[in-house]
């Protein structure tokens, strides 16, 4: 499977951009782990064109995480044509465009999934955004926009006919939000459309390597791309992985200690937060919501390390 001259070989897994999670200290994580490809946090077009500091920060990304894309939303044509030209000089492999993020702050606004209620401005942004870089420029969407437009069979040949070089799809419509389940049937009916000729990328309710085997099985996609399961164990990415709690801890505080060095202190264990909230490794411990409220309230470096090696203690009991 290849993206321009990118090549991934069989079966890869891609990291999902996703707001406040990935982060490059996280990306490095998953990359480490078996992340065939990740992705920055989504950037709005227009703060990059307005160069707001915050949003040029996520442009920043290091050779050891390569191959990555960085992925841009936004509605105005020529807003987002600038924000590619300006996030091709942080080199990327990979330009995405998001037309699939479905929270209010964005899709009600008519960026993200907000485009799927305007079929021919989606096509002219991806048309020109392909004209304007030298590098591949790639689409993640979604089934359509509710449960009576599901277009995305016809919507993908029309993407591929304005040049993207890849297209990941989340089997899920902008009205479903998160809920329901993913409907990969529509993913599979694009990937085996005899007129595809890009790489198709599957999203939606990967938990495991299992289950992207199946969907690789079941549905022939060219990549899986995992998202919310990501959330504090960044060695989902791993084959046959056979890590201990304490070695799975060690990892989550190598996580903070990387996006405080990338960052600074505070910054960096708001970062590090929402992993710690979702990671699966603190199950066993009974009674455990005391400890997380403490965890979520910690404010320096020292003293949530020292959360962290007291849950050591209570697993490795």
Same mark, same amino acid.
């Given at each position: ?64 995480? $390569?191959?990555?894309?960085?992925? +841009?939303?936004?509605? #105005? *044509?020529?807003?987002?044509?600038? !924000?590619?030209?300006?996030? /091709? ?105 005899? $007129?595809?000729?890009?790489?198709? +990328?599957?999203?939606? #309710? *990967?938990?495991?390597?299992?289950? !992207?085997?199946?969907?690789? /099985? ?100």
């Amino acid at each position: 499977m290849n993206i321009g001259n990118i090549s991934f070989g069989e079966r890869p897994l891609f990291l999902a951009p996703m707001e406040d999670v990935t982060d490059i200290g996280f990306r490095l994580l998953c990359k480490r782990f078996g992340a065939a490809m990740v992705y920055t946090e989504f950037v709005s077009a227009e703060a990059l064109v307005r160069s707001v500091k915050s949003t040029m920060q996520k442009l920043t990304i290091s050779d050891e995480e $390569r191959p990555v894309g960085i992925q +841009i939303y936004g509605r #105005d *044509i020529d807003a987002m044509v600038e !924000a590619a030209r300006i996030v /091709e000089t942080a080199n990327p492999d990979v330009i995405d465009l998001n037309f699939g993020c479905p929270v209010k702050k964005v899709a009600g606004k008519g960026a993200g999934a907000g485009m799927l209620r305007n079929i021919p401005l989606m096509l002219d942004i991806t048309r020109e955004v392909v004209k304007a870089v030298s590098v591949p420029v790639t689409v993640k969407t979604r089934l359509g926009w509710d449960s009576e437009s599901l277009i995305i069979q016809d919507l993908a040949l029309r993407l591929q006919d304005c040049g993207i070089s890849a297209l990941t799809i989340h089997g899920r419509t902008r009205s479903q939000m998160y809920t329901g389940q993913a409907d990969w049937s529509l993913i599979g009916a694009v990937k085996n459309d005899q $007129r595809i000729h890009i790489p198709i +990328i599957g999203n939606g #309710d *990967i938990q495991s390597i299992a289950a !992207a085997d199946t969907a690789f /099985e079941r549905y022939g996609v060219d990549a899986v791309m995992i998202g919310r399961a990501t959330f504090g164990q960044p060695w989902i990415f791993q084959r046959d992985c056979q890590l201990t709690i304490g070695e799975k801890i060690d990892i989550l505080k190598e996580q903070l200690r990387i996006n405080i060095e990338r960052i600074d202190e505070y910054r960096g264990i708001l970062h590090t937060r929402r992993h710690l909230a979702a990671t699966p490794v603190f199950k066993g411990i009974p009674n455990f919501r005391p400890t997380r409220i403490e965890m979520l309230r910690a404010e320096t470096e020292q003293e949530l390390v020292a959360i962290l090696d007291r849950c050591r203690a209570m697993l490795e009991v």
